[in-house]
C-alpha cells in the first residue's frame, strides 16, 4: 500500500510564498548588479565661438545635426560637436528653434523683426520668413 501526504493548504501557501520570494531576490540581486562600463568617452568641448546666457541660447537636433542659435546667426555642427562649416546668417534676434517631424526645416523665431524664418536643413538657405509683426 501506498502513503499519500496530503500538505495542508498553509505548507502550500508558504512553499509558495517561499519560492516567489527567492526568485524575487534572484531578480534584484541580478539587477542590482552593475558591471562597470568598459570604456568612458572623454570629456569634449567644441568652442563655437557663441557665449551664450539664460535668454539667447537654444539649440535643435535632427538629421544627425546640432544647430545652435547666435543672436544673428544659426551655427551648424554635426552631432560628434564637429562644426561642419554650416552657418545661417542674416537673422536678426534669433532666440527660439524648432524642427519638423523629418528634419528637413528648422523654424527660427526671430525677436529682432518679428517674424519666423523657415530653413532649408539640408544646404541652409532660409526659404521664406512668416511675418508675425500682426501678432506682437
Not at 501526504?5 to 542590482?32: E, N, S
Request: proline fraction near 3%; include cysteine; charge should be negative.
Amino acid at each position: 500500500m501506498q502513503e499519500v501526504f496530503v500538505r495542508h493548504p498553509l505548507v502550500r501557501r508558504l512553499a509558495a510564498h517561499c519560492g516567489v520570494a527567492g526568485l524575487i531576490t534572484g531578480m534584484l540581486t541580478g539587477l542590482l548588479t552593475v558591471a562597470a562600463p568598459a570604456a568612458s568617452a572623454a570629456d569634449t568641448t567644441t568652442d563655437l565661438g557663441v557665449t551664450f546666457d539664460s535668454y539667447t541660447a537654444d539649440l535643435a537636433v535632427g538629421g544627425g545635426r546640432v544647430f545652435v542659435s547666435a543672436d544673428d546667426r544659426i551655427i551648424v555642427a554635426d552631432t560628434g560637436g564637429n562644426l561642419t562649416g554650416g552657418v545661417v546668417t542674416g537673422l536678426s534676434g534669433v532666440r527660439e528653434l524648432a524642427m519638423n517631424a523629418d528634419d528637413t526645416r528648422l523654424y527660427a523665431a526671430l525677436t529682432g523683426s518679428n517674424e519666423v524664418a523657415e530653413i532649408d536643413t539640408a544646404s541652409l538657405p532660409v526659404t521664406r520668413r512668416i511675418d508675425l509683426s500682426a501678432h506682437p
